[in-house]
């Protein structure tokens, strides 16, 4: 018999646990922690949206005018600040104190 690999003898290894099963369950456990973090933070990054009037609509109610601009006037009917102007969430209505 000849020294060396013998290609018809399968080849047997010393240790018969895969080596890299430690290592593939903690990349799997890290990237479900990484998952649910970012996960937690798109819902609850969702929930504080700032209420900001544009900068001519806001230019207008200090005039005791609406704004004019047809962007403007299409957000207003559906409730909303003014995305185009720079303006974002919803329009805070004023509540008027009884006298």
Known sequence: MRGGFDSLRPHQDINPQPKNQ???????????????????????????????????????????????????????????NCEKCKGSGKIEKKVEAKK
Do not use: Q, R, Y
Not at 27 to 55: M, P, Q
């Open 22 to 80: 430690n290592m593939k369950s903690s990349k799997s456990f890290l990237a479900l922690i990484v998952l649910s973090l970012a996960t937690a933070g798109f819902v609850f990054a969702a929930d504080k949206v700032e209420n900001k009037v544009a900068g001519c609509c806001a230019k207008a109610m200090a005039d005791g005018k609406t704004c004019a601009h047809p962007c403007c006037v299409d957000a207003a009917k559906a409730g909303n």
